[in-house]
């Protein structure tokens, strides 16, 4: 079985979970159409507080389904846009690519991943003790952030459950991702 996006999500108000929709609507450039973080520029307040005139490399978030498995099994509930993503993707490594790959969202979007979501309080203020769960260190003691990873929107089009993933990595070396 491919990569298929299982959940699609989007909230026109800051709120930490976004509810599931039938569809979104991905526009070029912006994000998806009608969500608070569509825009140009940044639209995630801390950063909008460090500098406004920031490139949106956050205009869609992305979580892997199996991410919601792993913290359940710590005894977490969390499910699809509870985290505030906009798009849950289910059969794909999502932290394992490269930055500047591209991921085609069924017919026609394309989102070029920027990098790592990087986690912060609040998801502990959703549920005590998963921000642990999504934040790590490995044995080297690097950081190690599982809640997903962000982009950009190359070519817009609508998205919806159930549509396939092609993942189209850049070409030359594998750049591990970072947090944006």
Request: aromatic share 2%; glycine share 12%.
């Amino acid at each position: 079985m491919g990569a298929t996006i299982t959940a699609v999500s989007s909230n026109g108000a800051y709120s930490f979970t976004k509810p599931n929709r039938d569809s979104i609507t991905l526009l070029t450039g912006l994000g998806v159409e009608g969500d608070v973080h569509c825009g140009v520029t940044v639209k995630h307040r801390s950063r909008v507080a460090q500098d406004p005139t920031q490139p949106n490399l956050r205009q869609v978030h992305l979580i892997h389904r199996e991410l919601f498995e792993e913290v359940a099994g710590a005894g977490f509930d969390v499910a699809s846009g509870q985290l505030g993503e906009n798009v849950t993707t289910e059969g794909i490594d999502l932290l394992a690519l490269s930055r500047g790959t591209l991921l085609h969202l069924g017919e026609d979007a394309v989102v070029e991943v920027t990098g790592l979501r990087n986690p912060c309080l609040q998801i502990d203020n959703f549920q005590d003790g998963l921000l642990k769960q999504v934040v790590g260190r490995d044995e080297s003691g690097a950081v190690v952030r599982k809640a997903g990873v962000m982009g950009v929107v190359r070519r817009g089009g609508v998205v919806r459950p159930g549509d396939a993933i092609t993942v189209e990595a850049p070409e030359g070396e594998h750049v591990p991702l970072e947090r944006v």
